[in-house]
């Protein structure tokens, strides 16, 4: 078969200069909730897989994708300007986020 891993985008609450050493994929830094990878989801505060319905194998040259994190703790995943997907789990709310991105594929 062909390789369908890919990029993860998503946050964490681990303010940059804390992370002292560059883990090998980014679901290491504690926490972190991330989606894509090959169609799944990370949620850091349960420390659980699952399955999304993004996978960034579908993604084009010339595609723009982001992150979009709600009010109401919602991480969503946006592609040329349309949200695509909302993550199962919620975000933490009372703390900063920082963007984090896996570039594993």
Same mark, same amino acid.
């Given at each position: 078969?062909?390789? *369908?891993?890919?990029? &993860?985008?998503? /946050?964490?609450?681990? *303010?940059?200069?804390?992370? +002292?050493?560059?883990?090998?994929?980014?679901? +290491?830094?504690?926490?972190? =909730?991330?989606?894509? $990878?090959?169609?799944? +989801?990370?949620?850091?505060?349960?420390?659980? =897989?699952?399955?999304?319905? =993004?996978?960034? &194998?579908?993604?084009?040259?010339?595609?723009?994708?982001?992150?979009? /994190?709600?009010?109401?703790?919602?991480? *969503? !995943? /946006?592609?040329?300007?349309?949200? /695509?997907? *909302?993550?199962? $789990?919620?975000?933490?709310? +009372?703390?900063?986020?920082?963007? !984090?991105?896996?570039? !594993?594929?």
């Amino acid at each position: 078969g062909t390789w *369908q891993d890919g990029m &993860a985008l998503g /946050v964490t609450t681990c *303010q940059p200069g804390l992370v +002292e050493e560059m883990p090998q994929t980014m679901d +290491e830094v504690d926490p972190c =909730w991330l989606m894509g $990878f090959d169609g799944v +989801e990370w949620d850091g505060a349960g420390l659980t =897989w699952g399955p999304s319905t =993004w996978s960034p &194998a579908k993604l084009k040259v010339g595609d723009l994708v982001g992150v979009v /994190v709600t009010f109401q703790g919602e991480l *969503q !995943i /946006v592609m040329n300007g349309a949200a /695509v997907t *909302q993550a199962t $789990f919620a975000l933490p709310t +009372e703390r900063p986020l920082y963007a !984090i991105v896996d570039l !594993i594929g």
